[in-house]
């Protein structure tokens, strides 16, 4: 069962800020926000994840409403290579049945010149 | 850093063959995991373990067997092929830590059954 809903598609112009929306109203209390990204049929590839802040690293920034029912990846200079398929998981903490990577359709970003 | 090294990257079978993927990780990690992709879709989880010599199952378990008799290689095995295990097929890695931990993934084995 998918606990997360993304748009299936969107683009933005290199050097804007690219703003990935994703909605997950049932998400428990102890449950995380994460986000992979998979360039071209490669290996996903971490970028960030949080509980109830935003959080900021070297690749993006995540935005997590007060009711955590939705969040928001912001690559702040979005370059040609930023395009790729990205996934938002929500994921308990570890030890429990839901502690898995569960992967939707995610969301394909293009990046235009 | 080598991170998660999937062997074979490429591999043709045919119809009722059999086939071992080797997922290898430095990492010390003790979680590994089983993906497979198919064409437009996310991906599915196949087998996992949490530990040396344990293993669970997935997703889509059916047609798959798993070993993890060393901590840091994890086993996939097909015994025999079918057309609709053509797929590409990822492996991961990742330790629990304070409750949340990231993923590391191999770069996939593309897999034809003809």
């Known amino acids: 069962d998918a606990k997360t809903t993304q748009p299936t598609s969107m683009d933005c112009a290199e050097g804007r800020a690219a703003n990935l929306p994703c909605n997950h109203s049932?998400?428990?209390?102890?449950?995380?926000v994460y986000w992979y990204r998979q360039i071209h049929s490669q290996g996903p590839q971490y970028i960030i994840h949080?509980?109830?802040n935003n959080e900021t690293n070297e690749m993006a920034s995540l935005i997590i409403t007060e009711d955590r029912k939705s969040s928001t990846l912001i690559l702040p200079h979005a370059t040609l290579r930023d395009t790729a398929v990205y996934y938002c998981i929500v994921r308990a903490p570890f030890g429990g049945a839901n502690s898995k990577l569960t992967f939707g359709k995610g969301i394909t970003l293009s990046v235009r010149p | 850093n080598a991170g998660v090294t999937q062997t074979p990257k490429f591999r043709v079978l045919k119809t009722g063959q059999s086939m071992t993927l080797l997922c290898a990780q430095d990492?010390?990690?003790?979680?590994m995991y089983w993906y497979r992709q198919d064409p437009g879709m996310g991906l599915r989880l196949i087998h996992y373990?949490?530990?040396?010599?344990?293993?669970a199952k997935g997703e889509v378990p059916d047609g798959y067997n798993v070993s993890r008799l060393k901590k840091q290689n994890f086993l996939l095995g097909l015994e025999s092929a079918a057309p609709s295990q053509t797929s590409v097929y990822f492996c991961a890695s990742s330790n629990p830590s304070g409750g949340s931990t990231e993923a590391f993934f191999g770069q996939g084995t593309r897999l034809t059954v003809v």
């Open positions: 949080g509980l109830k």
């Open positions: 049932t998400i428990s209390g102890n449950e995380y």
């Open positions: 373990s949490v530990g040396e010599g344990t293993t």
């Open positions: 990492m010390n990690h003790e979680y």
